[in-house]
């Protein structure tokens, strides 16, 4: 990619959500973020981060490039390509699926079976979206922000707007492993959709979405929980930080300048405090199941 004067003063005039075309190719602005009281580049860190990771579990979500368009203001434009350059690409909420309450696992599996979509590594990448969300604490998944990528009649799973991990302590992720809208799960989303500010049971949030899924899921899921629990290992995290910084500029007018990741110690704190709780969980499931399985060779 390469920025030009003239790019800059596109950039400047753009709003956000829309096409422009730059010098080095047409991109997708998503938006211009002054960095004042919250840094806006943590947004786009945070996308970083997820399409890196979103990389390594094969799910298709948008490569972003940082741009200063104003050096007193500190503002920041984060642009990509189009998602659509892979195939045609529709919104969940294009295609008839709700989430008043949030969305579902079983709720997806039943829209997919319905609309007679077959294809047998889509249940999987909705697993792996879910499993992803739960990981980075993602607040912000809806049926505007994920869908479907078709392309001569394959359909492909795509993530949008990941910038919202691993930014909350009292926020819990929408996706919800029950088809059945269970009280407790509904009474925090209430809270949290009416008053950020006020404290909620992220532990115990996480907990029973997580032991819910763990305890519904086929052996094949299983083996796939813990592969992916295996690789999003805290090193893993810590060394992609580090491989983030390393492979991404911020580009200006005059070329780029370093990338330096903000509040690294938080994202990695927040990061290990939900990855061991994760742990604790899925080692309490396999005990649960070690004792069934002594049970039933004990009759």
Not at 25 to 40: E, P, Q, V
Not at 244 to 273: A, F
Request: net charge positive; hydrophobic share 35%.
């Amino acid at each position: 990619m390469k920025i030009n004067d003239k790019d800059i003063k596109k950039l400047n005039k753009t709003y956000r959500g829309k096409l422009i075309r730059l010098t080095s190719g047409k991109y997708y602005c998503k938006y211009n973020l002054s960095d004042n009281n919250f840094s806006s580049l943590s947004y786009a860190v945070n996308e970083l981060i997820a399409y890196y990771v979103l990389k390594d579990l094969k799910i298709i979500s948008p490569k972003y490039y940082i741009v200063l368009i104003d050096e007193n203001r500190k503002i920041y434009s984060l642009v990509s390509k189009a998602i659509n350059d892979q195939g045609k690409f529709y919104k969940a909420s294009d295609l008839g699926i709700k989430s008043v309450d949030g969305v579902s696992l079983y709720s997806l599996w039943f829209y997919l079976n319905d609309h007679f979509i077959k294809d047998p590594h889509l249940y999987i990448d909705i697993i792996k979206m879910y499993l992803f969300d739960l990981f980075f604490l993602n607040v912000d998944r809806h049926v505007n922000n994920f869908g479907f990528i078709i392309n001569k009649g394959h359909y492909s799973l795509g993530l949008l707007d990941n910038e919202e991990i691993l930014l909350y302590d009292n926020l819990v992720p929408l996706i919800n492993a029950t088809y059945e809208k269970e009280k407790w799960y509904q009474e925090l989303k209430h809270i949290q959709n009416n008053d950020h500010n006020k404290k909620v049971d992220l532990e115990m949030v996480i907990r029973n979405n997580l032991k819910t899924f763990l305890n519904d899921s086929s052996e094949e899921y299983i083996e796939l929980f813990e592969n992916i629990y295996n690789m999003l290992n805290p090193m893993y995290f810590e060394d992609l930080l580090e491989k983030i910084e390393k492979e991404n500029i911020i580009y200006t007018k005059d070329g780029y300048i370093p990338l330096i990741i903000p509040r690294k110690d938080e994202l990695l704190r927040r990061y290990l405090r939900n990855y061991n709780l994760i742990t604790d969980v899925f080692n309490k499931y396999k005990g649960e199941r070690r004792m069934r399985c002594n049970g039933r060779k004990n009759i």
